[in-house]
């Protein structure tokens, strides 16, 4: 059995004692483990060309998601998702500064506005043009620009969401808002663009002088933008949502069962990131510590919020696939009598605050939320995994979104003040989902002699406190497998436990050595480990009745936490 998979395996039944063979060791001296480790890619990796029409049609026609539905494979003994070239825990583990929440993954310096940018590839495809530059310094960036009717509608949300996904965890690139001159352009020779027809055609001053023609100008002449710094390492193209890369060592758990991809939804609905989608990733061939390796970015945020990149976020999305065979059906059997439920909301006044585009809290329920089309990770994500997402996006505080939301740089403050709202709102509701399908327990430690833990629906006002606890103590042998119990279960309405007689580290009466008060051995014996299992009882939730296992590890003097591990409970779209 894979070690990674050990955190996913069905609670125990814990009746008194079981034996398994001695080749199922839960537990290994490293665990939990933090860090996933990178194997190195020395063979270079192929570059993936993706369609973007072929990945629409196969997750909206084909169920790359639904055909074996299980928990996810990539989590450690406690149940979490360690470090990896996927992800990073960041804002969720240790809380980050207000100075790190704004630079978010921003390390290096902004493209100079003082001198002239080289541009050496332009967009005019669609409404909203766009071009690639390189700085004075030699830094390439893409510099992508607000929709010519709506300023400021792309380019905020952009930041503002690549600042929350980086806290996060994910890669990101950096991006920043920039205000250049545009006489300041200089185009590179043979540098080409695509007309409106999509097709290569050379860029020139004139035409590039055509293309900013519309776009709005401020007071003094610049344009406002937004700069994507090129991510470091060899571009390989997207990744999907689904398998692996069978060039890359380190990519052995499929896509669609990974926690963080899986999770990523109940994020996306919170954000209302609507495009997450093959082409908006992009993975790259990096050296780091002298190990070369494959790492996995999340990329282009415009369409997230109220944007909808090139223009106001569509009413439509978010609420229903782009083709969805549940409303078609509703359609038919209600004779075209039946009205979508995106026809019922009341939109903010655009013109109020524009830059905010489409975005709202009162008609949003992130159960129901959906994106652009089905992705085969969002599809799978279970309970389990909308628990591990909800603790994570409830850690920002109404402080550390503000902050973040400045860095959208709104030139209305109304404007600024609805966003921030609306993000809270849309904050608590995603929360509330996640901390209401499985025990919410979590925070587990070990205070002198008891187990202590907090329950976060309750620390966040999801639930009143009207939790009972219920605790059975067991031993287990990790030689063996065998379980055995211990004493008799407890109830409680209190959120700790004093560990079981047995197991209490023995206290040394000794003044001279060791000294008075040092914890000495233990009723168990090298292999064995304290389990408790913990159930909880809430009247409007019964969910929480699934079983929570945490694993006791003595390590000479007290115990560490080495194991979580949560009852399976229905998946968010079963329930």
């Known amino acids: 059995m894979n070690r990674m998979s050990y955190g996913c395996v069905a609670f125990l039944a814990m009746s008194m004692i079981r034996a398994v063979s001695a080749n199922d060791q839960k537990f290994y001296n490293d665990d939990p483990m933090q860090v996933e480790i990178q194997l190195d890619t020395s063979q270079e990796p192929s570059k993936i060309e993706l369609s973007d029409l072929y990945d629409r049609l196969g997750n909206t026609f084909h169920d790359y998601g639904n055909e074996d539905r299980g928990e996810?494979?990539?989590?450690?003994?406690?149940?979490?998702?360690?470090?990896?070239?996927?992800?990073?825990?960041?804002?969720?583990?240790?809380?980050?500064?207000?100075?790190?929440?704004v630079r978010g993954p921003n390390r290096g310096e902004a493209p100079s506005i003082d001198e002239t940018w080289t541009v050496s590839r332009?967009?005019?495809?669609?409404?909203?043009?766009?071009?690639?530059?390189?700085?004075?310094?030699?830094?390439?960036?893409?510099?992508k620009l607000d929709p010519v009717d709506v300023p400021e509608l792309n380019s905020a949300a952009e930041v503002i969401a690549t600042k929350i996904f980086y806290a996060m965890g994910y890669n990101v690139p950096e991006n920043r808002i920039v205000r250049f001159d545009p006489d300041k352009l200089v185009v590179a020779e043979g540098a080409q663009a695509e007309d409106r027809f999509g097709d290569a055609v050379s860029l020139t001053k004139q035409r590039l002088s055509r293309m900013l023609r519309h776009v709005p100008r401020l007071p003094d002449g610049r344009i406002r933008a937004m700069a994507s710094k090129y991510v470091d390492g060899q571009p390989l193209g997207p990744f999907r949502y689904h398998g692996t890369r069978t060039d890359d060592p380190n990519d052995i758990v499929a896509h669609e069962d990974r926690r963080e991809l899986r999770g990523l939804r109940l994020f996306s609905a919170w954000l209302n990131h609507?495009?997450?989608?093959?082409?908006?990733?992009?993975?790259?061939?990096?050296?780091?510590?002298?190990?070369?390796?494959?790492?996995?970015?999340?990329?282009?945020?415009?369409?997230?919020?109220?944007?909808?990149?090139?223009?106001?976020?569509?009413?439509?999305?978010s609420f229903h696939y782009w083709f969805d065979a549940g409303l078609i059906k509703k359609n038919a059997l209600g004779f075209g009598f039946h009205v979508p439920k995106y026809r019922k909301v009341e939109w903010p006044h655009f013109g109020?605050?524009?830059?905010?585009?489409?975005?709202?809290?009162?008609?949003?329920?992130?159960?129901?939320?959906?994106?652009?089309?089905p992705n085969p990770a969002f599809v799978r994500m279970t309970a389990r995994d909308a628990f591990w997402a909800a603790k994570i996006l409830m850690r920002f505080t109404a402080e550390e979104l503000r902050?973040?939301?400045?860095?959208?740089?709104?030139?209305?403050?109304?404007?600024?003040?609805?966003?921030?709202?609306?993000?809270?709102?849309?904050?608590?509701?995603?929360?509330?989902?996640?901390?209401?399908?499985?025990?919410?327990?979590?925070?587990?430690?070990?205070?002198?002699?008891?187990?202590?833990?907090?329950?976060?629906?309750?620390?966040?006002?999801?639930?009143?406190?009207?939790?009972?606890?219920?605790v059975?103590?067991?031993?287990?042998?990790?030689?063996?497998?065998?379980?055995?119990?211990?004493?008799?279960?407890?109830?409680?309405?209190?959120?700790?436990?004093?560990?079981?007689?047995?197991?209490?580290?023995?206290?040394?009466?000794?003044?001279?050595?060791?000294?008075?008060?040092?914890?000495?051995?233990?009723?168990?014996?090298?292999?064995?480990?304290?389990?408790?299992?913990?159930?909880?009882?809430?009247?409007?939730?019964?969910?929480?009745?699934?079983?929570?296992?945490?694993?006791?590890?003595?390590?000479?003097?007290g115990y560490d936490v080495v194991?979580?591990?949560?009852?399976?409970?229905?998946?968010?779209?079963e329930r």
């Open 274 to 317: 609507d495009d997450t989608r093959a082409h908006n990733t992009q993975d790259s061939w990096v050296t780091e510590n002298g190990t070369r390796y494959v790492k996995h970015h999340l990329m282009d945020f415009g369409s997230a919020f109220g944007s909808g990149t090139v223009d106001l976020q569509l009413p439509n999305l």
């Open 563 to 573: 194991g979580v591990e949560r009852g399976r409970a229905a998946s968010v779209t």
């Open 352 to 373: 109020d605050y524009p830059s905010v585009g489409r975005w709202e809290s009162t008609y949003f329920d992130p159960e129901e939320w959906k994106s652009d089309y």
């Open 403 to 470: 902050a973040i939301v400045e860095t959208g740089e709104y030139s209305s403050l109304e404007a600024a003040a609805y966003f921030y709202e609306t993000l809270v709102a849309r904050q608590r509701k995603s929360g509330a989902l996640g901390m209401s399908g499985t025990n919410p327990i979590d925070g587990f430690r070990v205070s002198g002699d008891k187990l202590e833990f907090e329950n976060l629906a309750e620390l966040y006002d999801f639930a009143e406190p009207r939790t009972t606890y219920t």
């Open 72 to 101: 996810a494979l990539n989590v450690n003994t406690v149940d979490e998702v360690p470090d990896s070239s996927w992800f990073s825990n960041r804002h969720g583990v240790r809380r980050m500064s207000l100075d790190e929440l």
């Open 472 to 557: 059975s103590w067991f031993v287990y042998d990790n030689a063996d497998g065998s379980v055995e119990g211990i004493e008799s279960p407890l109830s409680s309405t209190a959120m700790s436990v004093a560990l079981p007689r047995r197991a209490r580290p023995v206290r040394l009466a000794s003044a001279a050595f060791p000294p008075r008060g040092l914890p000495g051995p233990t009723g168990l014996s090298e292999t064995e480990l304290l389990l408790a299992e913990i159930r909880s009882e809430h009247p409007s939730f019964p969910a929480w009745n699934h079983p929570v296992g945490v694993y006791l590890r003595f390590n000479g003097e």
């Open 122 to 143: 332009g967009k005019s495809q669609g409404i909203t043009p766009g071009f690639e530059i390189t700085d004075a310094r030699g830094t390439r960036y893409v510099i």
